[in-house]
């Protein structure tokens, strides 16, 4: 099983431009997550996804977009990337037992926005 | 809403010595998580800690939960080097989410 994977690892945007990362887990979850990382500030909650054809704002969601058409795939869309959005991109999936939510996490993207 | 807080938020360790990292939040969770990230590396869970009392160890980790007091620690004996890393716990929030603490990043020296 290849568990999360995450495509691509690194990309390099022009202000303005867009992009959709995707991210593809092998494991059936049935919850899938996008977070960001930025030094000091931990990981934060872009949007989630609780099945397929179903998403959720997280605490961070403005400027994203996401879309879950089939349930091993979850997209993190950006329309128009802004400099604040140069961050590392975690996808996350879960299922969910006895209210445990133990999230496996993707490998990571790296965007810059310039 | 959930709130986690994590201290220190830095630790220089010297190796062979111990050491804990506080893990506070705000509200009742369920149930309390302990992730390892390496540099540049995704991350990767470590325990998950499922009622009051609970405790977990793997080599020279232990994780412990007190639902009475909101805390949970993840105590460090006897450092090494390989446990360099930053460290996160999280708990759990409405609707399936984790919410996490900052992180706190340990580096063990010599």
């Known amino acids: 099983n290849a568990g999360v994977t995450q495509t691509p690892k690194f990309r390099v945007l022009k202000t303005g431009q867009s992009m959709t990362l995707l991210c593809a887990q092998d494991?059936?979850?049935?919850?899938m997550y996008w977070y960001r990382q930025d030094p000091g500030m931990g990981l934060r909650l872009i949007h989630y996804s609780v099945g397929e054809g179903t998403t959720a704002k997280g605490e961070v969601p403005d400027g994203y977009n996401v879309s879950r058409l089939k349930k091993q795939n979850f997209l993190l869309g950006l329309e128009s990337a802004a400099p604040s959005q140069t961050s590392v991109y975690f996808c996350?999936?879960?299922?969910?037992?006895?209210?445990?939510?133990?999230?496996?996490f993707g490998p990571g993207t790296r965007l810059t926005v310039t | 809403e959930l709130k986690v807080e994590q201290n220190p938020l830095f630790l220089s360790m010297q190796e062979g010595k111990n050491y804990t990292i506080y893990c506070n939040y705000s509200?009742?969770?369920?149930?309390l998580y302990w992730y390892r990230q390496d540099p540049g590396k995704s991350l990767e869970s470590l325990f998950v800690l499922l009622s009051n009392g609970a405790v977990k160890q793997e080599g020279r980790l232990m994780a412990s939960l007190d639902t009475k007091a909101r805390l949970s620690t993840l105590h460090i004996t006897a450092a090494v080097h390989d446990l360099s890393a930053t460290y996160f716990c999280?708990?759990?929030?409405?609707?399936?989410?984790?919410?996490f603490g900052q992180g706190t990043e340990l580096s063990v020296k010599p």
């Open positions: 996350a999936s879960s299922f969910i037992r006895v209210l445990i939510y133990e999230q496996y």
């Open positions: 494991m059936n979850h049935e919850y």
């Open positions: 999280a708990g759990n929030d409405q609707g399936g989410k984790l919410i």
């Open positions: 509200t009742t969770s369920d149930r």
